[in-house]
């Protein structure tokens, strides 16, 4: 038996998480058995430690969208007992049981080796949210920004993905401004290496000219709705902004005219269905361009019984950098 996390709905539709006694006949079909040693929290991690948001599909669930362990059992010749292993998307943790357990059991495709001279708790302060700021950091040089072109604006920069793409983004030679709603965080992001700090009301405002000044060279957008559409008007002209998030809203209320005046270029960031390649190609670049002395400033340790109030925070977006929970 080993303790996990379990979402449980009752009667009324409600839903309820509770760390339990499992057994391995419990876990869901794989052909990798993991014992986990860290998981974290992202904002989906938020919505699947409550309601759901129309993520989880069955209860009883164990969340966590992220693991990383090391392999127990493995009936994929790609891994044997010992590898450390990491796992992010895939929709484990929504659709598959996912990381707020001591063990799981998940399909090899899933999983990658852990990076080395990285631990299981450092690829846990990254997590989804690190890897997706580094994809988004990806696409926006694969367009061709390059240091020196001008400031890039992260929004949302307190929270997971802000925080490591301000940090990625400093330590490659940018001029990062950092958008945020906590003006308390400004020595934060000012130590992971932002030079301007955006009180949010700045750019909350909805769309009223569709060109503003010429003033992102680009942007990795964790926010979406009005602050997205009031970006792309300020980009430079044949900028590119990475959207990656909507903790500010889902709609697009913009025009077309930056794409169509400024060329500005509007790039989707998935992070869940990347295929292996793209997986390990990011994971190398966070090895090499996120500093781990940043990525230590960043983490808020946590155990898996601290995690449904950390869920309702996260999606409060009360929650500074990265969680990192030690599941044992
Ligand atoms: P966090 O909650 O850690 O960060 C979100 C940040 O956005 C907050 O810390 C806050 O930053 C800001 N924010 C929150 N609410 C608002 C609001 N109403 N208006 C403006 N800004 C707001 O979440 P994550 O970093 O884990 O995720 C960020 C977003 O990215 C989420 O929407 C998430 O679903 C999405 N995501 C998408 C992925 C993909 O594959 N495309 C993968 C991972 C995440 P501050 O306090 O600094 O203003």
Redesign the pocket.
């Known amino acids: 038996m080993f303790n996990a996390l379990i979402v449980e709905k009752d009667d009324e539709g409600k839903t309820h998480a509770k760390l339990q006694k499992v057994s391995e006949d419990a876990l869901p079909d794989g052909n990798v058995l993991v014992n986990v040693e860290y998981s974290t929290l ?3 991690d938020g919505l699947c430690l409550g309601p759901g948001g129309g993520l989880v599909r069955n209860y009883p669930h164990v969340p966590g969208i992220d693991l990383a362990g090391t392999v127990e059992t493995s009936e994929d010749t790609r891994y044997a007992p010992g590898d450390k292993v990491v796992l992010t998307g895939w929709r484990v943790g929504e659709a598959h049981w996912g990381g707020y357990s001591q063990k799981a059991r998940v399909n090899g495709d899933w999983l990658v080796p852990l990076q080395e001279g990285m631990s299981n708790r450092q690829a846990m302060a990254v997590g ?2 690190g890897f ?1 700021a580094m994809l988004a950091v990806l696409a926006l040089e694969d367009h061709g920004l390059k240091p020196g072109d001008g400031p890039v604006l992260v929004t ?7 925080s490591v793409a301000t940090a990625i983004l400093a330590k490659r030679g940018y001029e990062v401004a950092g ?4 003006p308390e ?1 400004a020595g934060y992001l000012q130590s992971l290496g932002a030079q301007t700090i955006v009180p ?1 009301e700045e750019l909350a405002e909805t769309v009223k000219r569709p060109l503003e000044k010429e003033t992102w060279a680009g942007c990795i957008d ?2 979406g709705g009005d ?1 997205l559409a009031r970006v792309l008007g300020q980009m430079k002209y044949g900028g590119s902004v990475a959207a ?5 809203g889902a709609q697009l209320p913009a025009t077309v005219i930056p794409f169509l005046l400024r060329g500005v270029n509007l790039l989707g ?4 269905m990347q295929p292996y390649g793209n997986r390990l190609r990011a994971w190398e670049r966070l090895q090499r361009d996120l500093p781990l002395e940043k990525l230590e400033a960043m983490i808020q340790p946590a155990t898996l019984s601290d995690l449904p109030l950390l869920g309702s925070n ?1 999606l409060k ?1 009360h ?1 500074k950098g990265r969680v990192v929970v030690d599941v044992n």
């Not at 958008?179 to 906590?182: F, I, N, S, Y």
């Open positions: 992202n904002y989906k989804t949210a997706t949302g920069a307190a929270g997971g993905v802000g958008v945020t709603g906590r965080t949010r964790a926010v602050m990656v998030g909507l903790a500010g960031i998935d992070s869940v996260i977006g929650v």
